[in-house]
């Protein structure tokens, strides 16, 4: 098709603000270490027959590079490391390690090489199959309507929520893997910057820098996966996650993720220390009711006051969850709001992918995501799940 004769991702800098983190901290502690990740479609895998247009827009990311004013941005975050940062000015995308084949109408893709270098390509690959997918099946809907969408949704939340103290609301723009497109996402962002006071951030740098919102994202499920296999121990790869992380970062991006394992296997290894020096912790499957009690809990008999530490919510939220939310926790907890596919994909008659690129081996060696809802659990070696739930005693 004519319109996929010019690139989709134009900048480095278009991606969730967690991978450029986590890549700084493999940059500096596993420079080595090797990882191969693949798409998994949780519903009817029928992408095949983008390949080809998918395998031309993934050769022109090749070309990206950090610019120079881009740099100059990300110099201005003091978490960022100024060696880091000349590795990434040199970084280009290697073609080489991305295989993507047509499998009997279902996509296959499988990412391989040095995890520093393959971190990257998860993000944008998901929002170029998402825009192939949206603008071949819904040639008609353009950011206009998307907006005129957004608005009407607004208008609805603001009758909802008319009698309720919105002081403490916190919301930040998650969506950038499976937007419609990148129009689609920026004028979203852009409404609601414009309108809407409680959007924070984004967690796409790029939308982040040229909209002036803060960029927003720690680590995700790979940096628990990896450590599966890097840890000598696995029952202590979580623990040697947590402090890699506290050891790169220390007071800054400190948001844990706790549903690698589960929650229960996350708190057990969330002790006094980890408790204290992060900031709060991220939810991304099961009920968010059952586990915002459980971190407050767990705050709670550690004598820690949860006043002071923050949850952020992540998973499939639109606004009717996120006030139901909000109204049980907002008076006993700092809360945010990472709103990712609902907000950049809820348009009428569209029926949003679910897909993901995940982790699936570190140096060679299974890896896996249990999860705290069954449909998210993922791995390619049954007996590595068993040699999980022996080592982290879960029923």
Same mark, same amino acid.
């Given at each position: 098709?004519?319109?996929?004769?010019?690139?989709?991702?134009?900048?480095?800098?278009?991606?969730?603000?967690?991978?450029?983190?986590?890549?700084?901290?493999?940059?500096?502690?596993?420079?080595?270490?090797?990882?191969?990740?693949?798409?998994?479609?949780?519903?009817?895998?029928?992408?095949?027959?983008?390949?080809?247009?998918?395998?031309?827009?993934?050769?022109?990311?090749?070309?990206?590079?950090?610019?120079?004013?881009?740099?100059?941005?990300?110099?201005?975050?003091?978490?960022?490391?100024?060696?880091?940062?000349?590795?990434?000015?040199?970084?280009?995308?290697?073609?080489?390690?991305?295989?993507?084949?047509?499998?009997?109408?279902?996509?296959?893709?499988?990412?391989?090489?040095?995890?520093?270098?393959?971190?990257?390509?998860?993000?944008?690959?998901?929002?170029?199959?998402?825009?192939?997918?949206?603008?071949?099946?819904?040639?008609?809907?353009?950011?206009?309507?998307?907006?005129?969408?957004?608005?009407?949704?607004?208008?609805?939340?603001?009758?909802?929520?008319?009698?309720?103290?919105?002081?403490?609301?916190?919301?930040?723009?998650?969506?950038?893997?499976?937007?419609?497109?990148?129009?689609?996402?920026?004028?979203?962002?852009?409404?609601?910057?414009? %309108? !809407?006071?409680?959007?924070?951030?984004?967690?796409?740098?790029?939308?982040? &820098? $040229?909209?002036?919102?803060?960029?927003? =994202? +720690?680590?995700?499920?790979?940096?628990?996966?990896?450590?599966?296999?890097?840890?000598?121990?696995?029952?202590?790869?979580?623990?040697?996650?947590?402090?890699?992380?506290?050891?790169?970062?220390?007071?800054?991006?400190?948001?844990?993720?706790?549903?690698?394992?589960?929650?229960?296997?996350?708190?057990?290894?969330?002790?006094?220390?980890?408790?204290?020096?992060?900031?709060?912790?991220?939810?991304?499957?099961?009920?968010?009711?059952?586990?915002?009690?459980?971190?407050?809990?767990?705050?709670?008999?550690?004598?820690?006051?949860?006043?002071?530490?923050?949850?952020?919510?992540?998973?499939?939220? %639109? !606004?009717?969850?996120?006030?139901?939310?909000?109204?049980?926790?907002?008076? &006993? $907890?700092?809360?945010?709001?990472?709103? =990712? +596919?609902?907000?950049?994909?809820?348009?009428?008659?569209?029926?949003?992918?679910?897909?993901?690129?995940?982790?699936?081996?570190?140096?060679?060696?299974?890896?896996?995501?249990?999860?705290?809802?069954?449909?998210?659990?993922?791995?390619?070696?049954?007996?590595?799940?068993?040699?999980?739930?022996?080592?982290?005693?879960?029923?």
């Amino acid at each position: 098709m004519k319109i996929y004769n010019y690139p989709i991702v134009k900048t480095l800098l278009d991606t969730d603000a967690y991978k450029i983190h986590m890549q700084q901290a493999v940059f500096y502690h596993y420079k080595n270490t090797t990882v191969v990740a693949e798409l998994i479609c949780r519903g009817d895998n029928i992408l095949g027959c983008y390949s080809d247009i998918l395998l031309k827009q993934i050769k022109m990311m090749t070309s990206l590079f950090l610019s120079h004013e881009e740099y100059i941005y990300l110099k201005s975050f003091p978490f960022f490391k100024h060696e880091y940062l000349n590795w990434l000015k040199q970084f280009r995308y290697n073609i080489s390690q991305v295989k993507i084949n047509n499998y009997c109408g279902q996509l296959h893709i499988r990412i391989s090489g040095l995890w520093k270098e393959v971190i990257l390509w998860e993000v944008p690959i998901l929002a170029l199959i998402s825009e192939v997918f949206y603008k071949i099946s819904y040639p008609h809907i353009t950011p206009k309507i998307a907006v005129h969408y957004l608005d009407s949704k607004l208008k609805k939340f603001y009758h909802d929520t008319k009698f309720l103290d919105l002081s403490r609301l916190k919301i930040v723009d998650f969506g950038t893997r499976r937007r419609f497109s990148y129009d689609v996402q920026y004028s979203i962002v852009k409404r609601l910057k414009e %309108n !809407f006071p409680f959007l924070t951030g984004s967690s796409n740098y790029h939308i982040a &820098r $040229i909209l002036k919102l803060s960029p927003v =994202g +720690t680590q995700s499920h790979e940096w628990f996966q990896a450590h599966q296999q890097i840890s000598i121990n696995l029952a202590n790869s979580q623990i040697l996650a947590l402090h890699m992380w506290l050891y790169q970062y220390q007071h800054h991006l400190s948001i844990a993720l706790t549903d690698c394992i589960s929650m229960d296997a996350f708190l057990r290894d969330f002790n006094f220390y980890f408790s204290r020096l992060y900031q709060g912790l991220r939810h991304d499957s099961g009920d968010p009711i059952i586990w915002g009690e459980k971190a407050i809990q767990h705050y709670q008999r550690l004598g820690i006051d949860p006043g002071t530490k923050t949850l952020l919510f992540s998973d499939n939220l %639109n !606004f009717h969850t996120m006030i139901s939310i909000y109204k049980k926790f907002h008076n &006993r $907890i700092n809360i945010i709001f990472g709103m =990712g +596919t609902i907000l950049t994909c809820d348009i009428p008659y569209v029926k949003p992918l679910n897909i993901v690129i995940k982790l699936v081996k570190c140096n060679g060696y299974p890896v896996a995501k249990l999860s705290d809802s069954p449909g998210k659990t993922f791995c390619l070696d049954n007996h590595f799940i068993e040699s999980l739930y022996k080592a982290f005693n879960l029923p």
